[in-house]
């Protein structure tokens, strides 16, 4: 026994002091894409071999349940240390989130940053975008071009069955319908699957839309709110025909129900984003589907989809107490060939802006989807906070937004539900909108910020070419 | 028409006619002391600091709330006043949302009561079969989550692929599909999706009462002539009619704080005609930045202001029931 006490000591020692020495840090991630949680944790693994010291969870929530839990934790001094977020205005998150105080540079104060910033092509960090004074807050983290809204995925065997080829997609709104007709004729299965619930109804919206004018409501060449616009009219009529053909899916039905109808073949088209194939593949287990190009206007393109500055989305929040953990996290997922880029392209959660999509990603799919983005569906949209800096201060949008969130989109529904005219209702939601953002500018002007509509009109701007970003940075 | 032999005052008279007791003063010596005043406190600080911390405090602080433009997670220091009262006052979707949730509670009372009602007294006759069964049948919707029903009443109700349409179409009852979640008829479909979701409960609450009525009553009503519709009328619902008042007050309450449905069925759609005012301050507080919570509160402020009144008019009711409040006794 008197043997025994020594060694035990010994052993004791030998346990304890080094757990000492070395305080292991607890770091949390979050986001809401929860069919990446497996995913998430393989990065964790391989993060935490690395880094020893760190011990890391990354938990996700269902979405509407992130957008309240996050606030809720926030408020309660419980923030993760990182997190994934999307803003109201998508380009100006940063901006929205300093304003709730949420949070801080993704790099502690002195960190060299030089090699970390080129890791994005040049000009992804502006200032009022991702930079605050110069300092980093967010990162683009999805690519800005094939990642968004805007493809038409057609279910292979429904077409099959039509006697149709999804090699052969239709190219134009014409022919688009006349398929349509075809199939429903010939298959008895519906066209046009089209979510309207809440604001749902945007995923086929931006599809068409952003063909014929802008996936916005906002008309960058005359600086107002523009659902009136008789290019967007048009789109509206012309999908309404799908619903009076009784060609879409009837009903008032959300976007689980609506993937579901193409997934389970009782619908042949389905518009969505390039997030479509992962959500296919985990969500319903369908993998019998192919890509194609939204189809435009008969007389051709005469609008593009915006290529926004949209895509920061992870943030280090300003109530971490590990901010130097927090940046290694970060610095480790943003290699462009580290394990992050790797599987998240490999297994297609989307495409990333810091990493060679095309060299990385295997699936064909996510071929199909770089290959149509690359046509010019999106364009790089002018930037009314590049051009005058104090619209990073300015109310005037977000009230006029206020007056009825997702107003267009929940007036739209309506009346495609109810087979109802719409130009009328839409010249009432454009006039307030516009009398609203006017009114805002005008007292914003008053108290003293230098702002005013022309911050928000560019004229000069063909919607079918890139927007001159660098002129409004150069100024 | 046969009269049963029954009046209202004898119904009644099953209680005291007037029990108004002076309350007694306790004596000195049966009061609570010392020690035992330290323990009544003790067992009751538990409940004390739960209920203060989540009900009392939330209660004030949405109070406090209503008068900052507060986003949610910045200081509270951009007092406001009224103006969130006043905006709120000019707000259409809200006064829609309210009226909606009205007509929601109104038609969802009026459907469930009665026909829980029906279902109780059929449940406690003594001839019914298999009376455990369908207790349990009906009582069953109750447990499944709102999310859920929600969810499976979508696919039922489609107009393409639904269930109840294809059985109304084969039965030869409509000739086109009937959009149940449209605009003409989303708000009634929410009604009695809610109405065969709860009703099991409410059906409880009758059983419950109806064992308060004595069974002799029915049997010299029976030995009177008295048809089962004049039991019910002259024996059974002047007997339980201060519970009565307490079961419709509870299930008006209950359904004016409707929400989950609205989520996983409609969204607040079609445009916005199945918004409540649940879901309207949802939408203001959590369904994009920058939040409203000031706005919010101001809207929950309101619209508690209306479950109070309700609540308030329950105490009158049942107690004119009772026979309490004068003229019924």
Same mark, same amino acid.
């Given at each position: 026994?008197?043997?025994?006490?020594?060694?035990?000591?010994?052993? &004791?020692?030998?346990?304890?002091?080094?757990?000492?020495?070395?305080?292991?840090?607890?770091?949390?991630?979050?986001?809401?894409?929860?069919?990446?949680?497996?995913?998430?944790?393989?990065?964790?693994?391989?993060?935490?071999?690395?880094?020893?010291?760190?011990?890391?969870?990354?938990?996700?929530?269902? !979405?509407?349940?992130?957008?309240?839990?996050?606030?809720?934790?926030? !408020?309660?001094?419980?923030?993760?240390?990182?997190?994934?977020?999307?803003?109201?205005?998508? #380009?100006?998150?940063?901006?929205?989130?300093?304003?709730?105080?949420? %949070?801080?540079?993704?790099?502690?104060?002195?960190?060299?940053?030089?090699?970390? &910033?080129?890791?994005?092509?040049?000009?992804?960090?502006?200032?009022? %975008?991702?930079?605050?004074?110069?300092?980093?807050?967010?990162?683009?983290?999805?690519?800005?071009?094939?990642?968004?809204?805007?493809?038409?995925?057609?279910?292979?065997?429904?077409?099959?069955?039509?006697?149709?080829?999804?090699?052969?997609?239709?190219?134009?709104?014409?022919?688009?319908?006349?398929?349509?007709?075809?199939?429903?004729?010939?298959?008895?299965?519906?066209?046009?699957?089209?979510?309207?619930?809440?604001?749902?109804?945007?995923?086929?919206?931006?599809?068409?839309?952003?063909?014929?004018?802008?996936?916005?409501?906002?008309?960058?060449?005359?600086?107002?709110?523009?659902?009136?616009?008789?290019?967007?009219?048009?789109?509206?009529?012309?999908?309404?025909?799908?619903?009076?053909?009784?060609?879409?899916?009837?009903?008032?039905?959300?976007?689980?129900?609506?993937?579901? =109808?193409?997934?389970?073949?009782?619908?042949?088209?389905?518009?969505?984003?390039?997030?479509?194939?992962?959500?296919?593949?985990?969500?319903?287990?369908?993998?019998?589907?192919?890509?194609?190009?939204?189809?435009?206007?008969?007389?051709?393109?005469?609008?593009?989809?915006?290529?926004?500055?949209?895509?920061?989305?992870?943030?280090?929040?300003?109530?971490?107490?590990?901010?130097?953990?927090?940046?290694?996290? %970060?610095?480790?997922?943003?290699?462009?060939?580290?394990?992050?880029?790797?599987?998240?392209?490999?297994?297609?959660?989307?495409?990333?802006?810091?990493?060679?999509?095309?060299?990385?990603?295997?699936?064909?799919?996510?071929?199909?989807? *770089?290959?149509?983005?690359?046509?010019?569906?999106?364009?790089?949209?002018?930037?009314?906070?590049?051009?005058?800096?104090?619209?990073?201060?300015?109310?005037?949008?977000?009230?006029?937004?206020?007056?009825?969130?997702?107003?267009?989109?929940?007036?739209?529904?309506?009346?495609?539900?109810?087979?109802?005219?719409?130009?009328?209702?839409?010249?009432?939601?454009?006039? !307030?909108?516009?009398?609203?953002?006017?009114?805002?500018?005008?007292?914003?002007?008053?108290?003293?910020?230098?702002?005013?509509?022309?911050?928000?009109?560019?004229?000069?701007?063909?919607?079918?070419?890139?927007?001159?970003?660098?002129?409004?940075?150069?100024? | 028409?046969?009269? %049963?032999?029954?009046?209202?005052?004898?119904?009644?008279?099953?209680?005291?006619?007037?029990?108004?007791?002076?309350?007694?003063?306790?004596?000195?010596?049966?009061?609570?002391?010392?020690?035992?005043?330290?323990?009544?406190?003790?067992?009751?600080?538990?409940?004390?600091?739960?209920?203060?911390?989540?009900?009392?405090?939330?209660?004030?602080?949405?109070?406090?709330?209503?008068?900052?433009?507060?986003?949610?997670?910045?200081?509270?220091?951009?007092?406001?006043?009224?103006?969130?009262?006043?905006?709120?006052?000019?707000?259409?979707?809200?006064?829609?949302?309210?009226?909606?949730?009205?007509?929601?509670?109104?038609?969802?009372?009026?459907?469930?009561?009665?026909?829980?009602?029906?279902?109780?007294?059929?449940?406690?006759?003594?001839?019914?079969?298999?009376?455990?069964?369908?207790?349990?049948?009906?009582?069953?919707?109750?447990?499944?989550?709102?999310?859920?029903?929600?969810?499976?009443?979508?696919?039922?109700?489609?107009?393409?692929?639904?269930?109840?349409?294809?059985?109304?179409?084969?039965?030869?009852? #409509?000739?086109?599909?009937?959009?149940? &979640?449209?605009?003409?008829?989303?708000?009634?479909?929410?009604?009695?999706?809610?109405?065969?979701? *709860?009703?099991?409960?409410?059906?409880?609450?009758?059983?419950?009462?109806?064992?308060?009525?004595?069974?002799?009553?029915?049997? =010299?009503?029976?030995?009177?002539?008295?048809?089962?519709?004049?039991?019910?009328?002259?024996?059974?619902?002047?007997?339980?009619?201060?519970?009565?008042?307490?079961?419709?007050?509870?299930?008006?309450?209950?359904?004016?704080?409707?929400?989950?449905?609205?989520?996983?069925?409609?969204?607040?759609?079609?445009?916005?005609?199945?918004?409540?005012?649940?879901?309207?301050?949802?939408? !203001?507080?959590?369904?994009?930045?920058?939040?409203?919570?000031?706005?919010?509160?101001?809207?929950?402020?309101?619209?508690?202001?209306?479950?109070?009144?309700?609540?308030?008019?329950?105490?009158?009711? #049942?107690?004119?029931?009772?026979?309490?409040?004068?003229?019924?006794?």
């Amino acid at each position: 026994m008197k043997r025994l006490i020594p060694i035990l000591i010994v052993c &004791l020692i030998l346990t304890v002091v080094p757990a000492l020495g070395q305080e292991t840090v607890s770091l949390r991630v979050m986001s809401w894409s929860v069919e990446q949680a497996d995913f998430y944790e393989l990065v964790v693994a391989e993060f935490e071999a690395e880094n020893p010291g760190i011990d890391v969870t990354w938990e996700t929530l269902e !979405q509407s349940a992130y957008r309240e839990a996050l606030p809720l934790m926030f !408020q309660s001094d419980d923030a993760p240390d990182i997190f994934f977020w999307i803003g109201a205005n998508r #380009v100006l998150t940063v901006n929205e989130l300093l304003g709730q105080g949420w %949070i801080a540079p993704v790099a502690p104060e002195g960190t060299d940053l030089t090699e970390w &910033l080129t890791r994005w092509p040049e000009g992804s960090f502006v200032e009022g %975008i991702n930079l605050v004074d110069g300092v980093p807050y967010s990162f683009p983290f999805n690519d800005n071009l094939i990642w968004g809204p805007g493809y038409m995925y057609m279910n292979t065997t429904v077409f099959a069955d039509a006697g149709l080829d999804v090699n052969d997609p239709p190219q134009t709104w014409t022919e688009l319908l006349e398929t349509c007709r075809t199939i429903v004729e010939t298959t008895g299965v519906y066209c046009l699957s089209v979510p309207l619930t809440g604001n749902q109804f945007q995923r086929t919206w931006y599809a068409l839309a952003g063909t014929a004018m802008t996936d916005q409501f906002f008309d960058y060449q005359s600086g107002r709110f523009a659902i009136d616009d008789p290019r967007l009219l048009a789109t509206f009529d012309y999908i309404q025909t799908f619903f009076e053909e009784e060609l879409a899916v009837p009903g008032f039905n959300d976007q689980t129900f609506a993937r579901a =109808a193409i997934a389970n073949g009782q619908a042949a088209i389905y518009m969505d984003g390039a997030w479509m194939p992962s959500v296919f593949r985990t969500s319903f287990e369908f993998n019998d589907f192919a890509v194609a190009p939204t189809p435009y206007p008969d007389e051709g393109r005469t609008g593009s989809m915006a290529q926004t500055m949209s895509e920061n989305k992870f943030f280090v929040s300003s109530q971490t107490e590990h901010p130097e953990e927090a940046w290694l996290f %970060i610095e480790f997922m943003t290699r462009p060939d580290g394990i992050f880029a790797q599987e998240y392209l490999r297994q297609s959660f989307g495409t990333l802006a810091y990493a060679d999509n095309g060299a990385l990603i295997e699936d064909p799919v996510f071929q199909d989807l *770089i290959e149509i983005a690359a046509t010019g569906v999106r364009v790089m949209y002018p930037e009314p906070a590049l051009a005058c800096p104090d619209v990073a201060q300015s109310q005037a949008y977000i009230n006029a937004e206020n007056i009825r969130r997702n107003w267009e989109f929940e007036e739209m529904s309506l009346a495609l539900s109810e087979g109802r005219e719409f130009a009328e209702v839409a010249a009432d939601i454009a006039a !307030q909108k516009n009398a609203m953002f006017q009114e805002t500018l005008e007292a914003e002007a008053a108290e003293g910020l230098d702002i005013s509509v022309d911050c928000y009109t560019f004229a000069d701007w063909n919607p079918l070419e890139n927007f001159d970003i660098s002129s409004l940075i150069d100024q | 028409m046969t009269q %049963i032999g029954l009046n209202r005052s004898t119904a009644v008279g099953v209680k005291s006619p007037r029990r108004r007791t002076r309350r007694k003063e306790i004596p000195y010596s049966q009061r609570v002391q010392g020690r035992n005043f330290l323990w009544v406190y003790a067992f009751l600080a538990p409940f004390l600091v739960l209920y203060i911390g989540f009900t009392l405090w939330p209660l004030l602080a949405t109070v406090i709330y209503s008068f900052f433009d507060w986003n949610g997670s910045t200081p509270l220091t951009d007092f406001v006043g009224l103006e969130n009262y006043i905006t709120i006052a000019r707000d259409q979707s809200f006064w829609l949302s309210f009226w909606n949730t009205l007509v929601f509670a109104a038609l969802n009372t009026a459907i469930k009561l009665p026909l829980s009602l029906f279902i109780a007294i059929l449940l406690t006759r003594r001839w019914m079969w298999f009376k455990r069964i369908f207790r349990t049948v009906f009582f069953a919707p109750l447990v499944i989550p709102v999310a859920m029903a929600g969810l499976i009443f979508t696919f039922l109700m489609n107009p393409a692929f639904g269930a109840i349409n294809d059985a109304v179409e084969q039965f030869g009852l #409509v000739e086109r599909p009937i959009n149940f &979640l449209g605009a003409d008829l989303a708000l009634l479909s929410l009604t009695l999706v809610s109405v065969w979701q *709860i009703f099991g409960q409410y059906m409880i609450y009758w059983m419950a009462a109806l064992q308060n009525v004595p069974e002799e009553l029915y049997e =010299a009503a029976s030995i009177d002539g008295a048809t089962e519709w004049q039991k019910l009328v002259h024996v059974t619902i002047p007997i339980i009619r201060p519970v009565a008042i307490i079961i419709l007050f509870l299930s008006f309450v209950n359904a004016l704080k409707v929400f989950g449905l609205v989520v996983a069925m409609t969204g607040g759609g079609p445009g916005q005609t199945t918004y409540v005012v649940s879901y309207f301050i949802y939408s !203001q507080a959590f369904q994009s930045l920058p939040f409203r919570y000031g706005y919010a509160s101001a809207a929950a402020v309101l619209f508690g202001i209306t479950v109070l009144i309700a609540v308030s008019m329950q105490g009158i009711f #049942v107690r004119r029931a009772s026979g309490e409040g004068g003229s019924g006794s």
